[in-house]
Structure formats: structure tokens, C-alpha cells
Nanobody, 115 residues
């Protein structure tokens, strides 16, 4: 059974930075596509960024140039470095992992960006 645990959220001023971490427990982490999603109040959950098992990355247009996703297969972890944060980045951020079905989700971590 796979479990995902996020950490690193918090309150930051606009223009600041945060680094989110997601710890994966289970086997064969290196084969999983990992992603970060976010959900703001009253909005649908949306993809922020993902990274394939081979290291290919994909970003939402709204975060390109500001956010960087990375993974450390030795540590079974995936990270999201968030720079130049904006108030509209405020949301609960979720880690997602999958290789086909099923997919797994973490419990989420709150990121709040004040103006």
C-alpha cells in the first residue's frame, strides 16, 4: 500500500518562497509519475506540476518559471520549489502518485500567500 505525506506548507508574503516535500512509502517509487495538485476554496483541483519516472516535467502555465518540481529516488521523495509566490497561489496542495491505476493522494498541505 502506498502512502504519501506532504509537508512544508505555511504562510508566506507575496514574493516569497516555500518548498513542499512529499514522502512516499511503498515500493518502486522510481516507477511512479508524481505530481503536485492544488485546490483553492470554491475551485476544482488542478494540476500544478508533474514529473515522470524518467524525469520529464510538466507545468501549469500559471506557475511556469516560478515553480520547480523535482524528485529524489534515493529518498522516495518529490519536491515543489515555489518562488515568487502570489496570493492566487493560495490553496491546499496535494501530492499524487501513480503508475496507471490506482492513483494515490496525500492529505494535503495548506499554502497561504498574503498580499
Amino acid at each position: 500500500q502506498v502512502q504519501l505525506v506532504e509537508s512544508g506548507g505555511g504562510l508566506v508574503q507575496a514574493g516569497g518562497s516555500l518548498r513542499l516535500s512529499c514522502a512516499f512509502s511503498g515500493s518502486m517509487f522510481s516507477l511512479y509519475t508524481m505530481g503536485w495538485y492544488r485546490q483553492a476554496p470554491g475551485k476544482q483541483r488542478e494540476l500544478v506540476a508533474d514529473i515522470s519516472s524518467g524525469g520529464s516535467t510538466n507545468y501549469a502555465d500559471s506557475v511556469k518559471g516560478r515553480f520547480t518540481i523535482s524528485r529524489d529516488n534515493a529518498k522516495n521523495s518529490v519536491y515543489l520549489q515555489m518562488n515568487s509566490l502570489k496570493p492566487e497561489d493560495t490553496a491546499v496542495y496535494y501530492c499524487r502518485g501513480g503508475r496507471g491505476r490506482p492513483v494515490y493522494w496525500g492529505q494535503g498541505t495548506q499554502v497561504t500567500v498574503s498580499s
